[in-house]
């Protein structure tokens, strides 16, 4: 009866909390991602990101991130905008349009661990967001959320692909839902037709280090590699192309997050405005934003490298 009663209290809470999908997974080791994963990092995939060859352990078993782990809570947020970017603008990932998702949907699952222990009791959990070793879309895949398609997104046949994903490791014995098991990509090879630098491989490989959101976003080097010039379609920060040609994607729903409300100056200044905002100007401006990330210095690099 408490196992019943506790996981309808954690889907309740989950859609009071503004998460549009709830879904739950037995904890255990995911010894067939733990294969893949090696053959990807193998490969040399990860490129200049190190941190993905960390941890790997820690991937492949949330019972060694969270001794005593029995669920892996999966949770998503959707964050497609109502507005977009004038078509004269450099690009922006569209996730990166209103605050960091990072500190958003961190409230929330500190918030929703409170309610669970003010309500069940004083249980053993931590909550993840994009920021620690977790496979979070094999999760998402094991707690029915949707299938994992050729542009290595999570899908579901509801909303597409706009969404974050945010995982939930707790020792609370909870009732499972059923895996995701069927692939509704089909014979549909538009995301890999449409990647300007090659970066998506058949089998749902997707090789990080030729990706324009792992140049825009994640090289910190002063210099982009010259064999990228002019494949970059403008995108200056991210790049939306698999998603945007994804036939799922046309059943998007626009976001009620309030905190992803674009950033009126992501919609609207002109490429040369971002040429000559200050580093105080975007300090002040995007001291909220995933734009952070990159940094002034990284802003300035990538629009120098698609304007010329």
Known sequence: MNKLKHTQFIKLTSAQLGFHYCGIAKAVQLDDDARRLESWLQQGF??????????FDLRTDPRKLVPGAQSVI???????????QQNIAPKISKYAYGKDYHDVIRDKLNHFIH????NIGNINGRGF???APVLERSWAMRSGAGWIGKNGNLITKQQGSYFFIATLITDLDLITDDAFAKDYCGTCTKCIDSCPTDAIKNNK???GSRCISYFT?????????NEMKNKFEHWMFGCDICQDVCPWNRFSKT????????IPEILNLSTKEWEDMSEEAFKKIFTASPLKRAKYKGI?????????
Do not use: C, W
Request: net charge negative.
């Open 46 to 55: 990860q490129g200049n990101m190190r941190y993905m060859e960390n941890h």
């Open 217 to 225: 976003i994640e090289l910190k080097d002063a210099i982009i590699p």
């Open 129 to 131: 967001v994009d920021s």
């Open 255 to 262: 976001t009620d997050e309030i905190a992803f409300t674009p």
């Open 115 to 118: 309610l669970i222990k003010e």
């Open 205 to 207: 490989v997707i090789d």
């Open 300 to 308: 300035q690099r990538n629009l120098r490298f698609i304007q010329t």
């Open 74 to 84: 999966t949770l998503l947020l959707n964050y497609f905008p109502s507005q977009h």
